[in-house]
């Protein structure tokens, strides 16, 4: 019997898209355990699997993979580009109308692909797994937790789990978010800036078999300036100067109302019978004309970021259409207009 809501999704081509880092131990099984879900739901599917520069034997499985499964495509990187480098690569490979990412480590559990795609059908764009109980040591779960309040507080879009790899998409969504540094994880919040349509369901996760995790506590700072550059760029990518204008003129009001108070206070000091003020060794003087400089600086650089966004958004829309309408073939034409002739006179 067939998942819910998978009906439509018979004659769909379904591309999962898996970077993979020295996960040799864990591709065959990941492939069979693909291939049997897809068989049980009559999925036509396409494996697409990213070596991101691995070390250990992982591209010559994928090669040998791909050499007895015709749904298997393997792309190999030089070097190690990162997770959201693969990610784009498998994307600009995918062929299908409903794409699914997830980790190579095993981790991620095939099975519970079908259950995304049902609630892609249930209206949803963006399908983001849950891993409700997370098989990781504490100290990967607690910054984890603090990240994704973090991640909903800034921008709105309030997830249990940013930093799941288990995903699901409509390409409509692939073809309009960007990636590049970092972002992989925030594929959610850079889709909802774009008016698509996020949701997320719980799933399972498997403790790690083999290998390592490849990421660090070095993943908690970047992951805080990453999600710095998601807020400006899906609340200002197109206004920055809202932004640094904003805080441009914060500093020189501050600035403007610090001078004009030294101003009147040296001027009551020269009044008689008070004594008299020298600006040069108050330190008020000084934070004046910083924030004076800092507003002026601020400035400037908004004017720039304007102009290179009004550069880049020649190439890129700034808006998002779900639809068009279809023209309307039964509209009767209108009657035509009937010509009038004007008679001209040739008398002087």
């Not at 480590?105 to 692909?113: A, K, N, S, T, V």
């Not at 660090?216 to 206004?239: E, M």
């Not at 403007?256 to 003020?277: D, E, F, H, K, Q």
Request: with cysteine; charged share 20%.
């Amino acid at each position: 019997m067939l998942h819910p809501g998978i009906c439509q999704a018979l004659t769909t081509m379904i591309s999962v898209v898996i970077p993979c880092l020295n996960e040799a131990p864990c591709l065959e099984k990941l492939h069979k355990r693909l291939g049997e879900i897809a068989a049980a739901e009559g999925y036509d599917l396409q494996i697409v699997f990213v070596d991101d520069g691995s070390t250990d034997d992982s591209w010559e499985i994928i090669e040998r993979l791909s050499q007895q499964d015709q749904r298997v495509l393997g792309i190999r990187f030089r070097r190690n580009f990162g997770k959201s480098a693969a990610l784009s690569a498998g994307f600009d490979a995918a062929i299908g109308e409903i794409i699914v990412t997830m980790d190579a480590d095993l981790q991620d559990d095939p099975g519970e692909i079908p259950n995304l795609i049902a609630q892609l059908h249930e209206g949803s764009d963006v399908v983001n797994g849950w891993k409700r109980e997370r098989h990781d040591p504490w100290h990967k779960t607690w910054p984890s937790k603090i990240f994704n309040l973090l991640v909903g507080w800034l921008t709105g879009v309030r997830l249990h789990d940013h930093n799941c790899g288990l995903k699901c998409f409509r390409r409509a969504v692939i073809n309009e978010v960007r990636l590049y540094g970092e972002l992989h994880r925030f594929v959610p919040v850079l889709a909802a800036a774009r008016g698509f349509r996020v949701s997320e369901v719980p799933v399972r996760h498997r403790p790690r078999e083999y290998g390592q995790s490849k990421y660090g506590w070095s993943r908690i700072p970047k992951g805080l300036l990453d999600l710095l550059t998601v807020r400006f760029i899906t609340r200002f990518n197109q206004r920055p100067q809202h932004w640094l204008g904003m805080a441009a003129l914060g500093s020189g009001l501050l600035g403007i109302l610090g001078m004009g108070y030294l101003a009147m206070a040296w001027c009551v000091s020269r009044l008689p019978g008070n004594t008299p003020i020298h600006l040069h060794e108050t330190a008020a003087l000084y934070y004046s004309l910083v924030l004076l400089l800092i507003g002026a600086q601020l400035l400037a650089l908004g004017f720039v970021a304007e102009l290179i966004s009004a550069l880049l958004s020649r190439d890129s829309d700034a808006y998002s259409i779900a639809a068009h309408t279809e023209p309307n073939k039964t509209i009767v034409p209108s009657p035509p207009v009937e010509a009038t002739t004007t008679q001209v006179s040739n008398a002087p």
